[in-house]
């Protein structure tokens, strides 16, 4: 088969239309935007026609648009339903799996930005930096990064919580940076605004005087 000129891969490279499990939300219309990488932070755009033998296998509520250039989350979809794409590009394959989380039983999954530090007297935390980027995932796994570049995150590992008792644990498995300080049992709560309160984890080592894992981190939700 000859391929047209705009859908010959460049030299090593290969066919995505996302990384890792997309986490969409019931009611969302997903594009199917393909595109060519040869590392983590390339993305050369592939002509959407270039998209081939489009089909999808997992939940009914999840199909594709009549055109094969989206994907339709139906509202009613339930939490942890899930789908994978698949297709070819350029003659190459692509696999691309979602995952819908229902924010009204399944609250925490996403990202997360600090916004504040708060310490009792006496336990006040000097030169702390906010954790730029906390990502939970509906699949359990998490990540921290206080500076976001690319794909670069200081480290990463398993997450767990119970809603009734507000026990939250986080388990390292690896890292750029692994703090000996690290301290990932806890416990998590959102308040009435929506923010995510953990308290008693300590994701640093400390930068001066003062007891980190008696203090409350406080994220917003970034997306």
């Known amino acids: ?8 891969p460049p030299s090593q490279a290969v066919a995505l239309l996302w990384i890792g499990e997309l986490e969409v939300k019931p009611g969302a219309k ?11 932070s390339d993305r050369t755009p592939a002509p959407p026609a270039c998209l081939k033998k489009v089909t999808l296998v997992g939940a009914p509520s999840v199909k594709l648009s009549k055109d094969k250039r989206s994907v339709e989350v139906a509202p009613s979809a339930a939490d942890e339903d899930t789908a994978e794409i698949r297709a070819q590009l350029g003659g190459a394959p692509v696999v691309a799996r979602l995952r819908v989380v229902d924010a009204s039983t399944n609250p925490l999954p996403g990202v ?14 000097t030169g702390w930096e906010p954790l730029r980027e906390f990502v939970l995932k509906a699949d359990g796994a998490f990540s921290a990064t206080w500076t976001p ?13 119970d809603r009734a008792s507000k026990r939250f644990t986080l388990k390292l498995k690896g890292g ?6 690290f301290d990932g049992e806890g416990q998590a709560e959102l308040d009435p605004s929506g923010r995510l309160l953990v308290s008693g984890v300590v994701l640093r080592d400390p930068a001066g005087p ?8 406080v994220f917003q939700r970034l997306r």
């Open 176 to 181: 750029n940076c692994r703090p000996p300080a």
């Open 210 to 217: 003062g007891d980190p894992s008696r203090c409350t981190l």
């Open 112 to 125: 997360w930005t600090q916004a504040e530090m708060r310490c009792p007297a006496g336990a006040e935390a």
């Open 149 to 161: 570049f690319e794909f670069y995150q200081d480290y990463w590992g398993a997450w767990t919580w």
């Open 30 to 40: 997903v594009a199917l935007d393909p595109y060519w990488s040869r590392r983590p």
């Open 1 to 8: 088969m000859i391929l047209p000129p705009a859908c010959e």
